[in-house]
């Protein structure tokens, strides 16, 4: 009974070794492909989609330049969340973290990897849960929990007319105390009125929708857009 036991441990223990070796590996493999982009810009619009807000679309330009340094230029938006601009599905990939396959999973009746990545050293991101589109070696999905601003729910498209993991358009949904609700997300006309719902025990549930287009892709930026 004793060897059964230990030889049904061995067993248990080979196939987490197993399913963490796959996990790794097509992490590493989503990585170099997202580490293909050095630079990029395109237009880029932002629609938000907040109860007590009534904020119309805007459009403007997004720069992007490795390792993480972004600059979106739109009127009235001085800055916007990592989640869901620049190259951020890079920037998850190359932190130090512990990588679980979850087994696959249909999703729109595609079948997706699902990726549990746990931060090893990260100071704002808690968990983050990736859904991977092996045959086109593309993330499709990603939950992101932090530690102060809630979870961000993200939903990904991509142009199929480059050769870039680049998205034509990126869903954020998100859920957060209205007492942590991200000021980024807002302009600076529409503060006050985050400032009045900001009460402790609720919650705020809201879209932001971005879509790109016209990119341009690894051709040398500027560091003076970065500093306007």
Known sequence: MIKFIFITILIVFSAINSYSQDASNIAKELLSEYNK???????????????????????GKIYFKSPNTTKVDIEGFSMLPKQGTGNFIGE??????????????????IELTHLKLIPNESKDIVLVDMYVNENKMTVVKADITTKDNGTFYIDIEYVNSVKFNLPSKVEIEFVVPNFKMPKAFVGPRDKSKVDEMQKEGETTKGK??????????????DNSIFKK
């Open 37 to 59: 982009i050095n630079t990029f810009q395109s237009d880029v619009s932002i629609k938000i989609d907040i109860s007590y807000l009534n904020a119309p679309e805007k459009i």
């Open 208 to 221: 932001v929708i971005l879509k790109y287009w016209n990119y341009i892709v690894n051709q040398k930026i």
């Open 92 to 109: 998850l990939l190359k932190l130090k973290s512990t990588v679980i396959s979850l087994g696959k999973e249909k999703v729109n009746n």
